[in-house]
């Protein structure tokens, strides 16, 4: 195990568990084996199977709630650190890990509670900060995520992580050229990362300033060829400078890699507005119809005379 000789360590606690059916440690380390190899339903097993024999070992329940969290089962994992929780109130990683589960949920105030008390026990790291951080701003409670991205860049000057969560905030309070500057320095640090392109992307166009924005969709489509948000805000740009058949291209790239019919519904909008403006009425129409068809929380009646349906998305946080 201490090599990462997974495989190997899994034929030895095979013949441990075979000669010693009873041995709750030799399942929970064979379960670690098989969460480190990413198969978490063997895991999950496993260290049921070291629960079931050993109920009141704080780090089997642990581990396999961070297996659940891997599996998407966050419920289960919740409870698990729970249970681990009332064993061993004092271990941080488990609290770290349930703030994570919440998060992934939605439940973003009780992962900021969480990760307050894993701040509290385990003190400052910039990790933790900048889990907190995500999800104040996730609860629109910008500034208080600015201190901890803040903080957590003071801590930690090379994380990368660090500089473009900061980024993201300044995007949503309309500073982009704060943005930027953060999105220069995760850039930097990392430069096979698509998204910190693309909201620097973002914040340029917040600028006005779309053949910048133009640059770095490109960019980020570069290491992420199919992304539809990338295309759609790339085509947005390419509208602004009115290269609308550039423009189109991108439209149509969004619809086709649109995850579900409602995504594609707010491409086939903002197509129609392009439509629109070359003064092509009958394909904007044909559009809108496609739009309110696939999404019926749509409007009847659109009128693209009344503007950009797509302008108060440009601004909207990811």
């Known amino acids: 195990m201490e090599r990462g000789d997974y495989n190997v360590a899994i034929n030895n606690f095979d013949e441990v568990i075979g000669a010693q059916e009873t041995n709750a440690n030799a399942f929970f380390k064979r379960g670690q084996c098989f969460f480190n190899l990413k198969n978490y339903a063997l895991a999950v097993a496993d ?91 996730q609860q629109g409670l910008r500034e208080r995520s600015l201190s901890d991205f803040d903080r957590a860049v003071e801590l930690a000057p090379e994380n990368g992580v660090a500089y473009f969560n900061r980024g993201v905030v300044y995007n949503g309070l309309h500073r982009p050229e704060d943005a930027v500057k953060d999105f220069n320095v995760a850039v930097k640090l990392d430069p096979k990362d698509p998204e910190s392109y693309f909201e620097r992307g973002r914040a340029y166009a917040g600028m006005k300033d779309p053949k910048q924005a133009i640059h770095d969709y490109t960019e980020a489509l570069q290491i992420y060829t199919r ?12 509208q602004q400078l009115g290269e609308y058949d550039k423009a189109l291209g991108d439209y149509q790239d969004a619809i086709n890699y649109a995850p579900d019919e409602r995504v594609a519904s707010r491409y086939y909008l903002a197509r129609g507005y392009c439509y629109h403006q070359m003064g092509k009425s009958v394909l904007a129409r044909a559009d809108i119809n496609n739009a309110t068809r696939i999404n019926t929380a749509l409007p009847r009646k659109i009128r693209f005379e009344d503007g950009d349906p797509g302008e108060q998305d440009a601004t909207n946080q990811r």
């Open 47 to 137: 260290l049921s199977a070291a629960i079931d024999l050993n109920a009141k070992n704080a780090n089997y329940y642990m581990w396999r709630g961070k297996a659940y969290a891997k599996q998407g089962k966050h419920d289960n994992a919740i409870r698990d650190f729970q249970a681990a929780l009332r064993l061993k109130p004092g271990l941080v990683e488990a609290v770290e890990e349930q703030g994570d589960s919440y998060s992934s949920t939605g439940d973003h105030a009780r992962a900021t509670s969480s990760y307050d008390k894993a701040l509290e026990l385990g003190g400052e790291s910039a990790g933790l900060l900048v889990k907190r951080g995500r999800a104040l701003n």
């Open 227 to 238: 992304n539809p948000q990338y295309f759609y805000q790339r085509a947005r740009a390419w």
